[in-house]
C-alpha cells in the first residue's frame, strides 16, 4: 500500500501522506472508500499512531479525505484537490525547466524525457 524510504529526506508523516494521496489521486483509492484506522495503519506500517495522526490531519486540511465522528476517515471527492495539487507541483517543476532549457535542452527531448525515454 505504502512504501517508507528511510533514506529519504522528507519526514515519515509527509511520505505517508503523499503515498496515501497517490493512492486516492490514481484511483486505487477512490471516493468514499474508507481509510484504516489511524492504529490499524500504524501497525501495518510499524510506525508511532502520531505520525499517521499528522498524516490524516494534513489530508484532511488539503480536503483529500473526511472524518466522520464514529464512523471512520473516509476518501473525499477529489475535483478541486487535485487541481490545487497540480498548481503546487507546476511551481515545483517551472524551475527545473527553466534550467534545463538554460542548459540546451530541446523541446523534443523534454518530450522524450516526459514520455518515460532515457531512464
Excluded at 66 to 84: C, I, P, R, W
Aim: glycine residues 8%; proline residues 3%.
Amino acid at each position: 500500500m505504502i512504501h517508507l524510504d528511510y533514506r529519504d529526506a522528507r519526514p515519515i508523516y509527509e511520505q505517508v501522506k503523499d503515498g496515501l494521496r497517490k493512492l486516492m489521486v490514481t484511483g486505487i483509492l477512490r471516493v468514499g472508500d474508507k481509510l484504516p484506522s489511524v492504529r490499524a495503519l500504524a501497525v501495518e506500517l510499524a510506525i508511532n499512531p502520531n505520525t499517521i495522526q499528522r498524516a490524516y490531519s494534513q489530508l484532511e486540511a488539503e480536503g483529500y479525505i473526511v472524518s466522520v465522528s464514529g464512523k471512520g476517515t473516509f476518501v473525499a471527492e477529489l475535483e478541486h484537490q487535485n487541481d490545487q495539487r497540480r498548481a503546487e507541483l507546476e511551481e515545483k517543476v517551472r524551475p527545473l525547466c527553466d534550467e534545463l532549457r538554460s542548459l540546451g535542452m530541446t523541446a523534443e527531448e523534454w518530450v522524450q524525457l516526459w514520455e518515460g525515454g532515457n531512464k
